[in-house]
């Protein structure tokens, strides 16, 4: 696991929004037809965060290549969803540094 990537890319507030989003789908995209184990539809998190597609899929590429979320291609669709064993490897790692 690259720590450093990770640091890099919670280093943007966007992509820490995305997370929290991801966090809790139900409440932050209660739109989805598909059901939430498959993950959040990018063209939803595209809608919510406003910005261009070819911006939000370089934050979606920033959180994969962190391992922070992982993507599922079902169709024509990606759905993501959050990795939580990298978030808790993260967690442990920044509790047991400082």
Known sequence: MDFDLIYKALANPVRRQILMWLKAPQQYFAQQAHPFDLGVCAGLIDERT??????????????????????????????????EATLQAFRDHVNGEL
């Open 50 to 83: 406003g910005l261009s597609q070819s911006t939000v899929s370089t934050h979606l590429a920033t959180l994969q290549k962190a391992q922070l979320i992982e993507g599922r291609r079902i169709g024509q669709w990606i759905f993501f969803s959050r990795n």
